[in-house]
């Protein structure tokens, strides 16, 4: 899973704190979140129809919670086919999760490492 990997020094946040720093910063951005019940770390959201075609193709970004860090991964999905590559949408949440997490870091007197995978 291509993502950001972000690293708290001198404390991490683990699994559960985890959860919620990610449901805490799609609230921020005002984004209707899914989850599934048998796997509560995973976030989902999906965007509106991203072409003027019959085609209908949405942007799919996917968020987990492990132990120290977060995950995020980004495709397309549409009726005749799955694209992996990442977006422009998908930079753009990377950085403000970032942000998001270093103002939520600052709170906790930590710093906050990105490290891109």
Known sequence: MAGIKI???SHFFFLTENKEII???L???HLALSRLDKAPEVF????????ASKNEIREVVI???DDKRILINSHFVGKK????YPSH???QMVTQLAKFVETYN???NGSIIAMNH
Do not use: D, L, M
Not at 44 to 51: L, R
């Open 27 to 29: 609230t921020s951005q």
């Open 89 to 91: 949408h998908y930079k």
């Open 106 to 108: 600052a709170k906790s």
């Open 63 to 65: 968020f987990v919670a």
């Open 44 to 51: 989902q959201i999906i965007s509106k129809n991203v072409t």
């Open 23 to 25: 449901k805490q910063f």
């Open 7 to 9: 690293q708290i020094n």
């Open 81 to 84: 086919a799955a694209f992996t």
